[in-house]
């Protein structure tokens, strides 16, 4: 079995669900977990995952944390060896999610509320690979910035799956479908 297939089996999505939802867990697409903010459809996820290739030991950094399931799965697919940081927009997700993993065994990620007027978290930066969960209007030049030379971006722009590699100064960028997902604001 590959290693996202793993980590999404090691990772159940009812533990990031609220209660009244835990029940559709299975279900194969977003669910609503307050605030105006969802769970994103798990084979979604998945594709998502497959794109930005985590290896053992990256340095993560994802935007749109939420209930904490995607800060996961990258902790289970870094290793401890590696980190995660979460980084989400509303305050009570920012810590329903970061109650949400500190029940899990992954104590190299965490999840803090996103900085006012800043995407991503720069002071930590550079990263391996940066997801993105929620779309941007344009490629988020900010987030370029903070990834490491060979990181990888995965962004939806438009409701097109985008993925960005850096190499040096160079950055090149290719599509990968069209998805739905709330507004990166």
């Known amino acids: 079995m590959d290693a996202v297939r793993s980590a999404l089996q090691a ?3 009812a533990g990031f669900l609220p209660r009244h939802a835990r029940s559709r867990s299975d279900f194969d697409g ?8 969802t769970s994103s459809q798990p084979r979604t996820v998945e594709a998502m995952l497959r794109l930005l290739a985590v290896e053992r030991g990256d340095q993560i950094l994802d935007v749109g944390a939420g209930s904490g399931w995607t800060t996961a799965l990258l902790a289970e697919l870094t290793g401890p060896a590696g980190s995660v940081i979460g980084v989400e927009l509303v305050p009570q997700l920012a810590r329903w999610g970061a109650q949400n993993l500190a029940r899990t065994a992954y104590g190299w990620a965490s999840i803090r509320p996103a900085s006012p007027g800043i995407l991503g978290v720069p002071d930590a930066a550079p990263y391996d690979r940066i997801l993105v969960s929620a779309d941007a ?22 409701g097109t799956m985008t993925l960005t590699i850096r190499r040096g100064d160079d950055v090149e960028t290719s599509e990968h479908g069209s998805y739905r997902f709330v507004p990166l604001l």
Do not use: M, N
């Open 11 to 13: 990772v159940p999505r």
């Open 30 to 37: 977003p669910i609503h977990i307050g605030h105006g903010q």
């Open 137 to 158: 209007t344009d490629l988020p030049e900010e987030l370029v910035a903070q990834l490491a030379d060979g990181g990888r971006l995965v962004v939806p722009v438009r």
